[in-house]
Every structure is written in C-alpha cells, then in structure tokens.
C-alpha cells in the first residue's frame, strides 16, 4: 500500500477565486438562476465565437441532451443514431424523448463513430444523429453532416468531453444543430453539476431555454429583479433544468482558466506518451492536423496477450500504488437494462466492446503536481509489470 495521497481520477482545479464569488454569491441573496448565469451563458457563447443569446445554461449535460431533443421535435417512432462507447445519459435521454436509440460502431483508432457505417445505420424513421466528441476528440464532422444533409437529420453534438475541441477551425457543438456540455465535477470546466446547450437557430435556443424553466414565458429573476413584469404564462409542460447562480460563481472562474488548464494537461500528455511508448499497450491515437482535441480522458487500451495482466488487475493495482483511474467507457449493449429493453448484445459492436474491456484512463487534472505525474508514470510502470 502507497504512503503517499492518494491521486484521485478527475480532481476538479478549483481555486480562491471560486471560492470567493462563491461566498459572495451567498451574502448575495440571490442563490438561484440569475445574473451569474446570464454572465456565465454569454461569457461561454464568446469562448465559442458566438453571440450572448445563442448559449443556454442548464443543470447538467444530461438535461441539455433532452432539451436539445425535445426542441428538435425528437418523440415516439423516431430514431437517432448514436455511438455505443458513451456515458449511459447519452442514450437514456433519448428513450426519455420515446425515441428508440440506434447504435452505430465505433472507428478503433479515434474511438469515435465510424463515420463509414453511419450512412446503413440511416432508415425512413431516423430522425437526429447524436455523436460524442469521445475524451475530446472531434468526430469527423464533414461526414456527419454530409450524412445529415442528405436525410434531412438533426445533428445533435455531445460535447461533455469537448469544450475546448476544436474541427477545421470551428469549436464543436457549433456545427451541427445543437451541442451539448457538461460541466460534472470530473470535467475540464466544472461547476459541480452543470450543462450548457448551443444552439444554431435563435427560436430553438429560446424554446430549449423555456423548456428549462418548465415552459414558463418568465423566470424568477426576471419576475422578481425589479426589472419585468410580475406575471408569467405557461406555454408548454417544460422541465426544472436550470443552472443556479451558486454553479455559475464557479464556472465563471473556470472559464478564465481553460486556456492555460488545457496547456498543463498537453504537458502531462506529452509526458505520458513519451513515457508508455515502449510498454504493450496502446496510446491515444495521433490527432489529425485539422483537429484541435480537448484533451479530457488520456486512455490507454491493455491487452492480456501483449501485456501481462488484464484491464481490470491493472485498475486493482493501481489503486493499490494509490492512483485512480477510470474506465470509459463498458459498451452500451453490456448492460442488462438495454440489453431488456431494446435487445442489444454486446457482439453488435465488436468494436465498442472490445474497447470497453480494455481500456482504461488515467488522471489529467491540470492540478497534477510535476511530482505527481512522475508518480502516475512508475505507478503505470510498476503495475504492468506485475
Ligand atoms: C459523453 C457524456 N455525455 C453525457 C454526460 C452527462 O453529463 P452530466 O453528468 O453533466 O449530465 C457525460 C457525463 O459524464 C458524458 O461523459
């Protein structure tokens, strides 16, 4: 057993000055969604190149997806084609719409959806296609949107992995219809619990904002400020998917930081492929040059041919050597409720699958002392080698 701290996986970057706009957030009086959210929405549309209105902060990506879903008229007898290497939420949001998710294998190399099968997945009934920048790397965009172009399909982008992603110049989740963040305590831009939605069109943004708000026409800072009138009219049944004030004194801060939050974790990256080159295992793929990735999940592939111990001995003796780490992610059709409800299998993607047993990530937190990351690397070292 380590002597040392333990390396928690996700550590979030949090700083005085967080804490601070959280205290005065507190003395404030005003704890729900309000001017801080209003800053932190426009604050973030502009990191994006966009303009104020054109960004919705919600309570967590999860919300953002069905949000984003239901203003694209998604529902019962639709389909929408996504991948099977993602987090549950990506897929429980659809059927929440009544819709039936389609899986589309990943492409082994950029883990992503291979863009080569995306086209036999299409059938009269599909309706959106949902892809996941995985650990912030960019889909191939062209393709998804040509795909879309040509059925007429709404391209929904999960960006939970991806804020600072980049594809041919252009920040994801401003590509297709709409793109989905979160901002989950692990995630390179926290704020403990926290989403955002983009959205192409200004009606669709306005609608999923309302629908934030239980489809009411007014908010509660809106109604009780002093600016706007005291009455409301509910327009539709909506949701309770807002951010608070309280989550965007935080992200405000983050925001600030990404930048140089992203260079730290390119530094430890570096390292880590520098220092895993000659182990039996398999390191992310190089990126293309018209790619920016975000950098969010370091994520080595091990294989017990070529290895000497599995995926799942290596994560025990890590925590042994007193490191965390993270599995991203067991396929979709492995797990028994899907595998009820909709019948999938787990050698429908071979290739999600294969991935979901062997692979594993490592900690990326740009708080990760110089010291630590040595640690992480004999840790990584020490436990292949059994
Ligand atoms: C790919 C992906 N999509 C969606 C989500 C859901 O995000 P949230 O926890 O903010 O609801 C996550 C969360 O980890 C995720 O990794």
Known sequence: ?????????GAPDLREEEIQEVVQTLRGGWLGKGPRVAAFEAQFAAYQGLA????????SCTAALHLSLVAAGVGP????ITTPLTFCATVNTILHTGATPVLCDVERQSMNIDVRNLRACVTPRTKAVLPVHFAGRPCEMDEVLAVARDHGLVVIEDCAHAIEARYRGAPVGTLGDYGCFSFYATKNLTTGEGGMVLARGAEQLARVRRLSMHGMTQDAWQRHSGRGFGQYDVVECGFKYNMMDLEAAIGLHQLRRLESGLERRSEIWSRYQRAFADLPVTLPAPVPPHMRHALHLYTLLLDEGRGRIGRDAFVERMAQLGVGVGIHYKALPEHSYYQQRLGWRPGDTPVATSIGHRSVSLPLSPRLTDAEVERLVLAVHAALAG
Do not use: K
């Open 1 to 9: 057993m380590s002597e040392q701290p333990f390396i928690t996986f």
């Open 52 to 59: 104020p209105e054109q960004a919705a902060a919600v309570s």
């Open 77 to 80: 007898g639709d389909e929408v």
